[in-house]
């Protein structure tokens, strides 16, 4: 089956509003590691096809901070619509 099919029968079967094939990453951004996820819902979403989730230790220890970026049409808009800098806090 490709995704397009999995993501159709998904949302068939589940009875589910949105399902995404999700493609993750780690990268080192100032000497911190970082998790990105990459959250596809495949070409019926049109416009609102990639979002991107972002996830790191918190400078201070105190948790985690996580970023979401707004629903894109292309992976590029969906990476630069999260607002990395706020890693720096």
Do not use: C
């Not at 397009?4 to 990453?25: N, P, Q």
Request: hydrophobic share 40%; glycine share 4%.
């Amino acid at each position: 089956m490709s995704t397009e099919e999995v993501l159709s029968a998904l949302l068939k079967v589940s009875a589910a509003s949105e399902a995404y094939e999700v493609t993750s990453f780690q990268v080192v951004r100032h000497d911190r590691l970082v998790h990105v996820a990459v959250l596809d819902a495949g070409t019926a979403a049109a416009g609102e096809r990639y979002t991107v989730e972002v996830h790191a230790p918190a400078d201070d220890s105190s948790g985690e901070v996580s970023l979401t970026s707004n629903p894109a049409r292309t992976i590029d808009e969906a990476l630069r619509g999260v607002h990395w800098k706020e890693l720096d806090r």
